[in-house]
T-cell receptor, first 112, second 115 residues
Framework: DAKTTQPPSMDCAEGRAANLPCNHS???????VYWYRQIHSQGPQYIIH???NNETNEMASLIITEDRKSSTLILPHATLRDTAVYYC?????????????FGTGTRLKVLA | ETGVTQTPRHLVMGMTNKKSLKCEQH?????MYWYKQSAKKPLELMFV???????ENNSVPSRFSPECPNSSHLFLHLHTLQPEDSALYLC??????????????FGPGTRLTVT
């Protein structure tokens, strides 16, 4: 089972910030949080990942709470092209191999 | 992301056919993955290869047979599939499947329809 929970859907006005929450209350100390998005029927696209500190790149910012039990992905100025399903992932490891367990994600709809 | 390619992009096959899906990564990675995404379901991990060795088989039926001849290529051989196997099949790669901090790069997927 996925180690994360996300709201099933969100709307955001174009040009506004989109804040997508994720709960990962069972995360271990050395596990990273990854965010991907999937635009209709395409392969998932990497957005950002982090361990403890907040992270920012050209696509988004990732805010991780101090206890690491939740995080928020921020798209600072959402555009129509940001409409997609966003996945928050904490990897699991079995037999030494790290793997993603995808949940159902958050379907973000950016409104004109 | 153009680093992972998949062919064909679309495939229609009968239940008695044999076909293969191909994935190629141009990123110098050592781990490759097959995922299945059925309609309105989350991505499901099927197989993991790390340095050409299979390290994960997520209880996938034997009618799906993976092959990893080298770190750059991954195949999924299909035979006697069922209509419920119709799905988007996604390939991904990462630097090393055992690394604590490594992201996966996904291909565009193959849309498979079994008739």
């Amino acid at each position: 089972d996925a180690k994360t929970t996300q709201p099933p859907s969100m709307d955001c006005a174009e040009g506004r910030a989109a804040n997508l929450p994720c709960n990962h209350s069972t995360i271990s100390g050395n596990e990273y949080v990854y965010w991907y998005r999937q635009i209709h029927s395409q392969g998932p696209q990497y957005i950002i990942h982090g361990l403890k500190n907040n992270e920012t790149n050209e696509m988004a910012s990732l805010i991780i709470t101090e206890d690491r039990k939740s995080s928020t992905l921020i798209l600072p100025h959402a555009t129509l092209r940001d409409t997609a399903v966003y996945y928050c992932i904490v990897r699991v490891v079995t037999s030494g191999t790290y793997k993603y367990i995808f949940g159902t994600g958050t379907r973000l709809k950016v409104l004109a | 992301e153009t680093g992972v390619t998949q062919t064909p992009r679309h495939l229609v096959m009968g239940m008695t056919n044999k076909k293969s899906l191909k994935c190629e990564q141009h990123l110098g990675h050592n781990a490759m993955y097959w995922y299945k995404q059925s309609a309105k379901k989350p991505l499901e991990l099927m197989f993991v290869y790390n340095f050409k060795e299979q390290t994960e088989n997520n209880s996938v039926p034997s009618r799906f047979s993976p092959e990893c001849p080298n770190s750059s290529h991954l195949f999924l051989h299909l035979h006697t599939l069922q209509p419920e196997d119709s799905a988007l099949y996604l390939c991904a790669s990462s630097q090393d499947g055992t690394d604590t901090d490594t992201k996966q790069y996904f291909g565009p997927g193959t849309r498979l329809t079994v008739t």
